[in-house]
């Protein structure tokens, strides 16, 4: 797994207003949590990490975090555990990063991948995928950015569960083995699944119509609507 470098600097600044400053600056809030030197404020570069981000393809980012203070450039090991985005805008708002030993494993969910086409399916039955991320347990030069699953010879009925998957070497599942992963089911099932859904759906469309006022009737008093953006962060 490719490890990637980013710059940080040490900040004594924390609030709303100063965190408003940083991203006026082209800069974000960060928080660096480490089992020996507990926590520090950062600032890091959005679009740095924006490049970073726009280079990966899973979701466990591991980065040489170097960080600048004034007494030099320490760098350690992190893996980034929380990105803050801007519902509306679409920028960065606040980072989180936890340092990491290369020499202790790292338990984590990865993304699970179905490939190929089950023989099924072209028998006519459905392909549901129950369960999409697995928790793994593995040191972090062993970590993927997913798991492959090869579903081509399940057949109507057939499943797959945790205990059926080979992963890479190195790599442990710490799930619950008999969880099913994949299933093949009959195109009447999915059928009645469907039907179901659409009841459901109806159901709501008409109590929501049933809760609507009436022409010419009063209404109360009308409570405006306040979405709620991540926090500012520290």
Do not use: W
Not at 45 to 56: F, R
Not at 115 to 123: E, F, H, L, Y
Not at 170 to 187: D, L, Q, R
Request: hydrophobic letters at 35%; a negative charge; aromatic letters at 4%.
């Amino acid at each position: 797994m490719a490890y990637y470098d980013l710059a940080a600097r040490v900040r004594d600044k924390k609030g709303k207003e100063a965190a408003k400053r940083l991203r006026r600056g082209k800069r974000i809030p960060a928080i660096f949590y480490g089992p020996n030197a507990g926590s520090l404020m950062l600032t890091v570069d959005s679009s740095a990490l924006k490049t970073i981000m726009n280079q990966t393809a899973g979701e466990n980012i591991i980065l040489r975090l170097q960080i600048e203070s004034d007494k030099g450039t320490d760098t350690r090991m992190v893996i980034l555990k929380e990105l803050i985005t801007d519902p509306i805008k679409d920028n960065y708002v606040h980072v989180d990063f936890h340092e990491i030993s290369m020499d202790k494993k790292l338990t984590v969910n990865v993304p699970i991948r179905l490939i190929n086409t089950p023989v099924g399916v072209a028998n006519g039955g459905i392909l549901q995928h129950v369960k999409r991320e697995m928790a793994i347990s593995c040191l972090p030069n062993k970590l993927v950015d997913f798991i492959e699953v090869d579903v081509s010879n399940l057949n109507i009925g057939d499943s797959i569960h945790f205990h059926d998957i080979t992963l890479p070497e190195g790599i442990t599942s710490v799930e619950e083995e008999k969880f099913t992963v994949a299933v093949v089911i009959p195109p009447s099932i999915a059928a009645v699944e469907e039907a179901v859904e659409k009841k459901e759906e109806e159901g709501e469309e008409a109590e929501e119509k049933a809760a609507e006022p009436e022409a010419g009737a009063e209404e109360g008093p009308r409570k405006d609507r306040t979405y709620k953006k991540g926090s500012e962060g520290e």
